[in-house]
């Protein structure tokens, strides 16, 4: 099962991590420490590998921080769902292999709910056994995802995504 | 059916015809890292994707910018980092503490020009825009990505066109019209989308700059306008990028210029957006002029010009940090600087400065900023009790006279 952190909109790169907390400061062991340090202070003791963040639109806006997915993923999240990304996020989280999905649950879903997350189906099961359907991603970010991001990609054949082969 | 300029600069790059939502890898003709990132990027380029040297090091800027000079010996551990890596590489283009704001030193040093595509490791990356480049900004693995391979990945955006007509009334700025334009399409509102500015012929390098600049705050891929007057005259512009009059705009905002009036960005959303002269219950205690956004010349001139023969109420202090050295050189020729020194401010080291709250500036509990920034989320210039304001430097320097938030028209 996988708790539920609900979060509202507009959730900026200085709340998931603020600049005072970047690795280039303090240093990067301590990143996993620092998610959310301000704006949720319990999220980096309580959470566990596979929580999924369930959030409103235009999650993950400002800097181009990659620390602030990285440390998200340090922390275990699974998936972050929410009814959209802003654009950096996106591909950052992208590209270090942490799924999003764009779908409003806000309403839906309680924060601290437990719940499962059925990545061969792509749909969110309650304990009750409601189920929410979640868009399937395209085959560019599912070749990622199965890679374990843009890097392991590259790594294994040697080019871009997206980029045509030899 | 004609071509949006990123379709035309992106089609250009990948040598065939691209559209909106079509998704291709181009090469870059520059990849820009700064201080507070380009460690990552070394770590991921070398630990990660197991290459050792930099495509093109000539095609590569490097900029000591965020937090310069060091403030702690992580950060100057980082740098020298950042140092050995460049002189090992070869890397021309690195220019260290004191040069300036990245996106500043980018376009002085003609590191991006009309047509090109230009990533950075900074959101604000969109700033090249006003020389008329496809800017984008992006993470650690995607520029140690282009570091090592020379190309990036895009997916060609959609286009909003914001047409304006008219000019400005005095006292009211290209910042103003970017935050009429927050307030209008929200701060998600150009999300994976390209914003173009047209009918702004008559701008200043300086202001297209801020335009660029704050498509960001929007959510935005690029902010681009197109290459003309000031820009045209001091960069080569490729024959095939021109406004084509039947491309395809997702949308058209249409804004008449004289009828806008000073705005500030209320704490804490950048879209929330209202008339400076409905905020004079605010009082200010740090009024920050400089950064990406609105460090230079023209900013400074506007500042002094509000701030000559004038001091700073009791109790406000006013941190100036220029864009660029070049920007600091110029304002000291011709007598800004002394202006704002005798009205009671001091002037920082050139580079970002408080705007991202790591040093020289940073709010306590309970302080009201007024910044000329480009964000004012919680906590981003220190305390999450602290509240910021953002505005113009004409804004910025009036109400730094009154120590509240202030009209700049009635000091002109």
Known sequence: MARVWLFGEDVDTDQIVPGRYAPYMTSEAELPKHAFIEARPEFAREVRPGDIIVAGANFGCGSSREYAPKALKLCGIGAIIAPSFARIFFRNALNLGIPLFEADLTSVLRDGQEVTLDMSRYVVVTEAGQEYLLKPPPAFVREIWEAGGTTAYFRRYGRLPGQSAG | ?412
């Open chain 2, 1 to 412: 059916m004609g071509l949006t300029l990123s379709e035309q600069i992106i089609s250009h790059a990948a040598g065939r015809k691209v559209r909106a939502g079509d998704l291709v890898v181009v090469p870059v003709d520059c990849a820009m890292g700064v201080d507070s990132i380009t460690p990552s990027i070394i770590d991921v380029m070398r630990d990660e994707l197991g290459v050792e040297r930099v495509f093109d090091p000539d095609r590569i800027a490097i900029i000591i910018d965020h937090v310069a000079p060091a403030v702690n010996i992580a950060t100057a551990n980082a740098q020298a980092k950042v140092r050995r890596f460049a002189m090992e590489q070869g890397i021309r283009h690195f220019y260290d503490v004191g040069r300036g704001v990245c996106h500043q030193v980018m376009i002085e040093e003609g590191l991006a020009g009309p047509g090109q595509i230009v990533i950075g490791s900074d959101s604000h990356s969109t700033s090249y825009g006003a020389v008329g480049a496809f800017g984008c900004g992006m993470g650690a693995t995607d520029i140690a990505l282009a570091w090592a391979t020379g190309h990036t990945w895009l997916r060609v955006p959609e286009t909003i066109c914001i047409r304006a007509r008219g000019n400005f009334q005095a006292g009211v700025t290209a910042k103003d019209l970017t935050l009429w334009v927050e307030q209008t399409l929200g701060a998600d509102g150009a999300t994976y989308r390209a914003v173009e500015y047209h009918g702004v012929d008559m701008l200043s390098l300086a202001s297209r700059q801020t335009l660029a600049c704050m498509t960001t705050e929007l959510g935005a891929k690029a902010g681009i306008i197109p290459p003309s007057g000031e820009v045209a005259e001091r960069f080569p512009v490729p024959e095939w990028l021109r406004v084509d009059p039947d491309a395809r705009y997702e949308r058209v905002v249409e804004v008449d210029l004289g009828s806008l009036v000073p705005l500030v960005a209320v704490s804490p959303r950048v879209d929330d957006v209202r008339p400076a002269a409905e905020l004079g219950h605010i009082r200010v205690d740090q009024v920050f002029i400089g950064t990406c956004t609105n460090g230079r010349l023209e900013d400074l001139q506007m500042a002094a010009r509000i701030l000559r023969g004038r001091r700073l109420a009791p109790g406000v202090r006013m941190l100036v940090v220029p864009a660029s050295s070049r920007v600091l050189m110029d304002a000291m020729a011709d007598g800004t600087l002394a202006v704002l020194l005798e009205a009671g401010a001091t002037i920082g080291t050139p580079g970002c400065g408080p705007c991202i709250g790591r040093h020289m500036g940073v709010l306590g509990d309970g302080e009201v900023a007024f910044s000329t920034a480009n964000r004012n989320f919680r906590g981003r210039m220190g305390s999450p009790h602290a509240e910021i304001y953002l505005g113009s430097p004409a804004t910025a320097a009036a109400s730094a006279v009154t120590g509240r938030i202030t009209d700049p028209r009635e000091f002109l």
